[in-house]
């Protein structure tokens, strides 16, 4: 007993100052562009408690390991029990002191390359100390004040006592942010609604619009009963803003999420389409493969009938989230997506499995859960699928492998050469791009062909009866002038550029609109569509009047586009990039310089051209534009 308690308490201190030192790093201090100071503290606190829950599992493995040693040498149990702890203490010393080194390094931005001769130098300087005795026994004894007779107990009984009053005050939390749901009234609406969104998706690798390889024939068979927008924009450059703007209406700016494990501001909790869409009498579902998009859709309220929590990583991961759930209950507090992917992370670095095993959910389970939540809602819904592929890494099923690239150039780019190639890569890489992106293209096969397989057994069931069906993404993926992937301040058109194809009931023919518009039309569009007035929150503009019509409209319409990773939620935005794109132009706005650059739609792929010099009164228009669209950013001369 005396032995397990000073193993758990040597746990706890080792794991506990080890995470103090992850939160020190800067952790804690990105958690404040998003969250308030409370949900910060409360953030670190649930870190350490879980830290000291390990270190006590930690502690009890090991005494359970020694365990048969001593009672196999009773006569001198006592002596190696000491011998234990002392051990333990060492590997401790060593290991902590390690890891602060790496953390020290890391403040002071040292170079890489001096990392292997410091952490040479510190496993010589201990093992020399060690042989030492006087400095072998300040190492040894260094840890005492854990060990007495009465504080490992303690720490224990401490430990348990605050993990069950975060488990009673996450429990008491969520009783009083639960947000209000919106009523149901009496009789259903005749239509239904269908929003499928694909995660990385650039149109312009899509043979609908226009790539000579054939990845899309599924989506192009459906375009062809169908009205195809060919100058649609993602409002951001990954996944939560632009996810938090199809739901909204609103910009990131306005709704406040700027980061990927961002959330809508409270006040605007309830202002979303799927809120708006219920009071109007819809029954109302999702199914994302995406966490960051599932937890933000989370977060917004409860106006979903059925929102189904996927599991994201299969295996040992969800066991023991789902084993810990009493400790990341969804109060509205704090953020689960954060306490997810640390425990994801924790788990794959310690198994030594790839960091985005998270982010893998297959297209066609994807559709088989939309399913499933299709089969359980009434007619009259609003359902939304998100699928997660072809967002990296991109693996396509065995069907499409080998259809656009050889399969002996398969290379592991995202370990080999993913860091290199940002935030930009140099010209003479571009040979390795090409590589990628036909990969890229066989994975958007492998979703189209999952698609295909979904629309015709809904087709089958009766369930696409009356009802209009939207296909779009969240945003693009580049591999082309020096941008590769997505994430870019740079606003490069292939990042946030994509596909908008709208089908209503009634529709036989094919249509393609060139009307420039971005994120924000998509719920205005559903709500005029569904025959509801849109709310005054909402900013943008519908496009449902361009079903009925033909034409290019390459100048008609403005879509903005914005980039505010490094800024907080909670302050008008000062960094970053804002884009706008007229049809024709890209205009850049670099809020920290407040320079532009102007980018003919052509040349938008290249994220260094910039043709202000000589088309200046277009360049002066295009960033009035944005001062006007978004008065709260800064201006200067």
Same mark, same amino acid.
């Given at each position: 007993?005396?032995?397990?308690?000073?193993?758990?308490?040597?746990?706890?201190?080792?794991?506990?100052?080890?995470?103090?030192?992850?939160?020190?790093?800067?952790?804690?201090?990105?958690?404040s562009f998003?969250?308030t100071?409370?949900?910060?503290?409360?953030?670190?606190?649930?870190r350490?408690?879980v830290?000291?829950?390990?270190?006590m599992a930690?502690?009890?493995?090991?005494?359970?390991?020694?365990?048969p040693?001593?009672?196999?040498?009773?006569?001198?149990r006592?002596?190696?029990?000491?011998?234990?702890?002392?051990?333990?203490?060492?590997?401790?010393?060593?290991?902590?002191?390690?890891? *602060?080194?790496?953390?020290?390094?890391?403040?002071?931005?040292? $170079?890489?390359?001096?990392?292997?001769?410091?952490?040479?130098?510190?496993?010589? *300087?201990?093992? +020399? *100390?060690?042989?030492?005795?006087?400095?072998?026994k300040?190492?040894?004894?260094?840890?005492?004040g854990?060990?007495?007779?009465?504080?490992?107990?303690?720490? /224990?009984?401490a430990?348990?006592?605050?993990l069950?009053?975060?488990?009673?005050?996450?429990?008491?939390?969520?009783?009083?942010?639960?947000?209000?749901?919106?009523?149901?009234v009496?009789?259903?609406?005749?239509?239904?609604?269908?929003?499928?969104?694909f995660?990385?998706?650039?149109?312009?690798?899509?043979?609908v619009?226009? !790539?000579?390889?054939?990845?899309?024939?599924? +989506?192009?068979?459906?375009?062809? &009963?169908?009205?195809?927008?060919? !100058?649609f924009?993602?409002?951001?450059?990954f996944?939560?803003?632009?996810?938090?703007?199809?739901?909204?209406?609103?910009?990131?700016?306005?709704?406040?999420?700027h980061?990927?494990?961002?959330?809508?501001? *409270?006040?605007?909790?309830?202002?979303?389409?799927?809120?708006?869409?219920?009071?109007?009498?819809?029954?109302t579902?999702?199914?994302?493969? !995406?966490p960051?998009?599932?937890?933000?859709?989370?977060?917004?309220?409860?106006?979903?009938?059925?929102?189904?929590?996927p599991?994201f990583?299969?295996?040992?991961? #969800?066991?023991?989230?789902?084993?810990?759930?009493?400790?990341?209950?969804?109060?509205?507090?704090?953020?689960?997506?954060?306490?997810?992917?640390?425990?994801? !992370?924790?788990?794959?670095?310690?198994?030594?499995?790839?960091?985005?095993?998270?982010?893998?959910?297959?297209?066609?389970?994807?559709?088989? =859960? $939309?399913?499933e939540?299709?089969?359980?809602?009434?007619?009259?819904?609003?359902?939304w699928?998100h699928?997660?592929?072809p967002?990296?890494?991109?693996?396509?099923?065995?069907?499409?492998?080998?259809?656009?690239?050889?399969?002996? &150039?398969?290379?592991?780019?995202?370990?080999?050469?993913? $860091?290199?190639?940002?935030?930009?890569y140099?010209p003479?890489?571009?040979?390795?791009?090409?590589?990628r992106?036909?990969?890229?293209?066989?994975?958007?096969?492998?979703?189209?062909?999952?698609f295909?397989?979904?629309?015709?057994?809904?087709?089958?069931?009766?369930?696409?009866?009356?009802?209009?069906?939207?296909?779009?993404?969240?945003?693009?993926?580049?591999?082309?002038?020096?941008?590769?992937?997505?994430?870019?301040?740079?606003?490069?058109?292939?990042?946030?550029?994509?596909?908008?194809?709208?089908?209503?009931? #009634?529709?036989?023919?094919?249509?393609?609109?060139?009307v420039?518009?971005?994120?924000?039309?998509? %719920?205005?569009?559903?709500?005029?569509?569904?025959? #509801?007035?849109?709310p005054?929150?909402?900013?943008? #503009?519908?496009?449902?009047?361009w079903?009925?019509?033909?034409?290019?409209?390459?100048?008609?319409?403005?879509?903005?586009?914005q980039y505010l990773?490094?800024?907080?939620?909670?302050?008008?935005?000062?960094?970053?990039?804002?884009?706008?794109?007229?049809?024709?132009?890209?205009y850049?706005?670099?809020l920290?310089?407040?320079?532009?650059?102007?980018?003919?739609?052509k040349?938008?792929?290249?994220w260094?051209?910039?043709?202000?010099?000589?088309?200046? /009164?277009? /360049?002066?228009?295009?960033?009035? %534009? +944005?001062?006007?669209?978004?008065?709260?950013l800064? =201006?200067?001369p």
């Amino acid at each position: 007993m005396s032995l397990w308690l000073r193993a758990m308490s040597l746990g706890i201190v080792a794991l506990v100052f080890a995470e103090a030192l992850m939160l020190a790093r800067g952790k804690a201090q990105g958690w404040s562009f998003y969250l308030t100071a409370s949900e910060v503290g409360f953030e670190v606190i649930v870190r350490i408690l879980v830290s000291a829950l390990l270190g006590m599992a930690l502690g009890s493995i090991y005494t359970a390991i020694l365990a048969p040693v001593l009672w196999r040498f009773n006569s001198a149990r006592e002596r190696l029990a000491e011998w234990a702890i002392e051990i333990a203490v060492v590997l401790i010393v060593f290991l902590d002191s390690r890891l *602060a080194l790496t953390s020290l390094m890391k403040w002071f931005h040292a $170079g890489a390359r001096f990392n292997p001769v410091l952490m040479g130098v510190h496993f010589l *300087a201990f093992a +020399i *100390a060690i042989c030492m005795a006087r400095t072998r026994k300040e190492v040894v004894t260094s840890l005492d004040g854990f060990l007495g007779e009465k504080m490992p107990r303690r720490m /224990a009984i401490a430990t348990l006592v605050a993990l069950s009053a975060l488990v009673a005050a996450e429990f008491a939390i969520s009783k009083t942010t639960a947000n209000a749901r919106a009523p149901l009234v009496s009789q259903r609406p005749k239509s239904n609604f269908l929003l499928i969104t694909f995660d990385a998706l650039n149109a312009e690798d899509m043979s609908v619009y226009g !790539n000579k390889l054939a990845t899309t024939p599924n +989506i192009d068979a459906f375009a062809q &009963k169908a009205t195809v927008f060919t !100058n649609f924009y993602s409002a951001s450059t990954f996944t939560t803003p632009s996810i938090a703007t199809m739901l909204t209406g609103i910009y990131p700016s306005q709704s406040g999420v700027h980061q990927l494990q961002g959330r809508v501001r *409270a006040q605007h909790a309830q202002q979303n389409l799927p809120h708006v869409m219920r009071a109007a009498g819809y029954a109302t579902g999702a199914f994302l493969s !995406n966490p960051f998009a599932y937890y933000l859709a989370k977060s917004l309220g409860d106006d979903y009938d059925l929102l189904p929590e996927p599991t994201f990583q299969k295996g040992g991961v #969800q066991r023991l989230w789902n084993a810990t759930r009493p400790l990341h209950q969804e109060s509205g507090f704090g953020c689960r997506i954060d306490e997810y992917f640390d425990l994801a !992370n924790l788990w794959n670095s310690l198994a030594r499995k790839p960091y985005n095993l998270s982010m893998r959910f297959r297209p066609g389970a994807s559709f088989e =859960r $939309g399913r499933e939540v299709l089969a359980s809602l009434p007619d009259g819904f609003f359902v939304w699928i998100h699928v997660i592929t072809p967002h990296n890494p991109y693996l396509p099923d065995p069907m499409e492998r080998g259809r656009f690239l050889p399969a002996d &150039k398969v290379r592991t780019f995202e370990e080999e050469f993913g $860091g290199r190639w940002k935030p930009h890569y140099e010209p003479d890489q571009q040979s390795l791009l090409d590589e990628r992106r036909l990969r890229y293209d066989e994975f958007i096969a492998t979703a189209d062909r999952a698609f295909g397989a979904f629309i015709s057994q809904l087709d089958h069931d009766g369930k696409l009866r009356n009802t209009t069906v939207i296909i779009s993404a969240d945003h693009g993926e580049s591999f082309e002038g020096g941008v590769y992937q997505h994430s870019s301040p740079d606003l490069t058109r292939p990042v946030v550029h994509i596909p908008l194809i709208i089908r209503t009931p #009634q529709q036989e023919t094919s249509r393609k609109i060139g009307v420039a518009a971005d994120q924000t039309a998509l %719920a205005p569009t559903i709500l005029e569509l569904a025959g #509801q007035k849109k709310p005054e929150w909402m900013v943008g #503009q519908s496009l449902a009047r361009w079903l009925n019509e033909d034409g290019q409209g390459e100048v008609e319409g403005l879509a903005f586009i914005q980039y505010l990773e490094k800024n907080s939620a909670f302050r008008p935005p000062r960094h970053g990039t804002v884009g706008v794109i007229d049809g024709r132009y890209e205009y850049v706005l670099d809020l920290d310089t407040t320079k532009g650059a102007l980018r003919p739609l052509k040349e938008a792929h290249d994220w260094k051209v910039d043709r202000s010099a000589e088309d200046p /009164a277009r /360049a002066a228009a295009l960033r009035g %534009a +944005i001062y006007s669209r978004f008065p709260e950013l800064r =201006r200067q001369p």
